[in-house]
């Protein structure tokens, strides 16, 4: 076995989308993007390859310079992907990256394979290798999954009334959901995402990240932008991606009006029905809070998802892999006191928006009671 730097777009795909931990972020496409739009100073492709040519180990790897230390650090998001984290091509792919490690002054890899954190032969094998837990997790640990095999009546018949009501709903309403095309129709889904940035004070990529991604991933339907309109304009638009048998929810955008049409749960079920006819078995709506509990942030956002029917996939914790141990350290030392910090800065947002609402509460004047009419299901 032998290390490569895989330039057959093809043959790498087709190795990843066969693999039990595929994932969208190790497909080929992701390593040609803009290393600066992810957060890295450079993407590395490196594969594995048996005496006959064959992959049998690939990870798209990110260079990333740790914040206050100066030195960088090798990050493969839902990598590596191998069949077998035990095999030969595994001790062949570390032996590499540790050299690389060394040449380029780097201080641990760090890997969040997509696999379930009850799969014991990949906790287990990479203990055995050096790797160690990290409680803070680059990638979102938890996510919400929908097996979406089954026919469509049973799909219907799997979600929440309400949200079958509100696909209904929607198209009585009058919002029409078609598969975005071009440029003009990417402008246009950038602006209702700036929009919902904004109001939910998330932070986005420069537009020409998009556009690289639409550009690479949709050459063979791996990626696919749906546009809801209402009367010719465009109130809400999410971008699919597609690895193997899994179809990914990536990004979201909505208009601060035309809430009432109930846009979004006509979406969903659009591109689950998009996603069938391209032949993928699971649809990954991504990140919930990892507490299911009320108040926990995206909370929201969870009972959003839950409603269309699924399940809760917790994924393997974060391993690092030390090569230097005191700047390791040091790295830690600095994550915590960021987490701390983070948490401080929520504590306090909580607390003024407590005491904003009081004031107010407490200086308005009492208003008559009066009958509110019947709120819309699912509104």
Same mark, same amino acid.
């Given at each position: 076995?032998?290390?490569?730097?895989?330039?057959?777009?093809?043959?790498?795909?087709?190795?990843? #989308?066969?693999?039990?931990?595929?994932?969208?972020?190790?497909?080929?496409?992701?390593?040609?993007?803009?290393?600066?739009?992810?957060?890295?100073?450079?993407?590395?492709?490196?594969?594995?390859?048996?005496?006959? @040519?064959?992959?049998?180990?690939?990870?798209?790897?990110?260079?990333?310079?740790?914040?206050?230390?100066?030195?960088?650090?090798?990050?493969?998001?839902?990598?590596?992907?191998?069949?077998?984290?035990?095999?030969?091509?595994?001790?062949?792919?570390?032996?590499?990256?540790?050299?690389?490690?060394?040449?380029?002054?780097?201080?641990?890899?760090?890997?969040?394979?997509?696999?379930?954190?009850?799969?014991?032969?990949?906790?287990?094998?990479?203990?055995?290798?050096? *790797?160690?837990?990290?409680?803070?997790?680059?990638?979102?640990?938890?996510?919400?999954?929908?097996?979406?095999?089954?026919?469509?009546?049973?799909?219907?018949? @799997?979600?929440?009334?309400?949200?079958?009501?509100?696909?209904?709903?929607?198209?009585?309403?009058?919002?029409?959901?078609?598969?975005?095309?071009?440029?003009?129709?990417?402008?246009? *889904?950038?602006?209702?995402?700036?929009?919902?940035?904004?109001?939910?004070?998330?932070?986005?990529?420069?537009?020409?990240?998009? #556009?690289?991604?639409?550009?690479?991933?949709?050459?063979?339907?791996?990626?696919?932008?749906?546009?809801?309109?209402?009367?010719?304009?465009?109130?809400?638009?999410?971008?699919?991606?597609?690895?193997?048998?899994?179809?990914?929810?990536?990004?979201?955008?909505?208009?601060?009006?035309?809430?009432?049409?109930?846009?979004?749960?006509?979406?969903?079920?659009?591109?689950?029905?998009?996603?069938?006819?391209?032949?993928?078995?699971?649809?990954?709506?991504?990140?919930?809070?990892?507490?299911?509990?009320?108040?926990?942030?995206?909370?929201?956002?969870?009972? *959003?998802?839950?409603?269309?029917?699924?399940?809760?996939?917790?994924?393997?914790?974060?391993?690092?892999?030390?090569?230097?141990?005191?700047?390791?350290?040091?790295?830690?030392?600095?994550?915590?006191?960021?987490?701390?910090?983070?948490?401080?800065?929520?504590?306090?947002?909580?607390?003024?928006?407590?005491?904003?609402?009081?004031?107010?509460?407490?200086?308005?004047?009492?208003?008559?009671?009066?009958?509110?009419?019947?709120?819309?299901? @699912?509104?």
């Amino acid at each position: 076995m032998e290390v490569r730097i895989i330039n057959d777009r093809q043959q790498w795909n087709d190795f990843v #989308e066969s693999a039990p931990c595929c994932s969208i972020s190790q497909m080929y496409e992701w390593g040609e993007l803009d290393p600066h739009n992810i957060g890295a100073e450079e993407i590395m492709r490196i594969g594995v390859v048996d005496g006959d @040519g064959k992959l049998c180990a690939a990870i798209v790897m990110t260079v990333t310079c740790a914040p206050g230390i100066k030195q960088c650090y090798f990050y493969a998001p839902r990598g590596p992907i191998i069949h077998d984290p035990d095999s030969p091509a595994m001790t062949v792919l570390l032996n590499y990256i540790k050299a690389e490690a060394r040449r380029r002054n780097a201080f641990m890899l760090k890997i969040e394979p997509s696999v379930p954190d009850n799969d014991l032969s990949w906790s287990s094998a990479l203990a055995r290798r050096g *790797f160690r837990s990290n409680p803070y997790h680059m990638h979102v640990r938890n996510e919400w999954v929908l097996d979406i095999s089954p026919d469509e009546k049973t799909l219907l018949a @799997g979600m929440k009334e309400k949200w079958r009501y509100n696909i209904r709903l929607a198209s009585r309403r009058g919002v029409v959901v078609r598969l975005g095309a071009g440029q003009a129709d990417l402008d246009a *889904f950038y602006r209702l995402y700036e929009t919902t940035s904004e109001r939910d004070k998330f932070f986005i990529n420069n537009k020409s990240h998009y #556009e690289d991604i639409m550009r690479l991933f949709g050459k063979d339907e791996h990626a696919q932008l749906f546009i809801a309109e209402y009367e010719g304009t465009p109130i809400a638009g999410i971008i699919i991606l597609v690895a193997g048998p899994w179809s990914y929810y990536m990004y979201g955008a909505s208009a601060n009006d035309y809430r009432e049409k109930m846009p979004n749960h006509l979406l969903q079920w659009t591109a689950m029905q998009w996603s069938k006819k391209r032949g993928c078995r699971y649809y990954n709506f991504r990140g919930i809070p990892e507490i299911l509990a009320e108040g926990q942030e995206m909370y929201g956002i969870y009972l *959003f998802k839950r409603g269309f029917g699924g399940y809760a996939l917790h994924s393997l914790a974060t391993q690092d892999l030390v090569y230097r141990p005191f700047t390791y350290r040091l790295y830690c030392c600095l994550l915590d006191a960021k987490h701390r910090l983070d948490v401080y800065r929520e504590k306090r947002l909580v607390t003024q928006a407590t005491h904003a609402q009081s004031k107010e509460s407490s200086t308005s004047p009492a208003h008559p009671t009066t009958q509110q009419p019947e709120a819309v299901p @699912g509104r």
